[in-house]
């Protein structure tokens, strides 16, 4: 009965922002390891961001890094990320995933698709 469930998609201009929100539920929250993925359709699905169970440390990808912000409020079971300075190539869906039991080795799952818990995905599409 776990569930994840991203919102805060749409479209946007190229320079613009979005605020992506992944709430939680049937599962304890502040002890798992959680993730931002996306995908473009025909490609495979890469890691975005990962914040650690208390959200004190965070990764963020090469290709976000001074754009995007990863955060987390575990009193209310909510994953976050914040996107500045939107461009075309952000376009695609959007995934919030979740992990028990890594404690420090949170940074181990960036490039792994095997997380516990997948959300249905929110769209993003930006525009030139």
Wanted: charged residues 15%.
């Amino acid at each position: 009965q776990a569930q994840l469930v991203e919102s805060g998609g749409g479209s946007v201009q190229a320079g613009g922002s979005l605020r992506l929100s992944c709430a939680a539920s049937g599962y304890t929250f502040s002890s798992y390891c959680m993730g931002w993925f996306r995908q473009t359709p025909g490609k495979e699905r890469e890691g975005v961001g990962i914040i650690y169970a208390g959200g004190g440390m965070t990764y963020l990808a090469d290709f976000v890094k001074g754009r995007f912000t990863i955060s987390r409020d575990n009193a209310e079971n909510t994953l976050y990320l914040q996107m500045d300075s939107l461009n075309p190539e952000d376009t695609g869906a959007y995934y919030c995933a979740a992990e028990p039991g890594l404690g420090g080795g949170c940074w181990r799952k960036f490039l792994t698709a095997d997380w516990r818990y997948w959300g249905q995905g929110t769209q993003v599409t930006v525009s030139s």
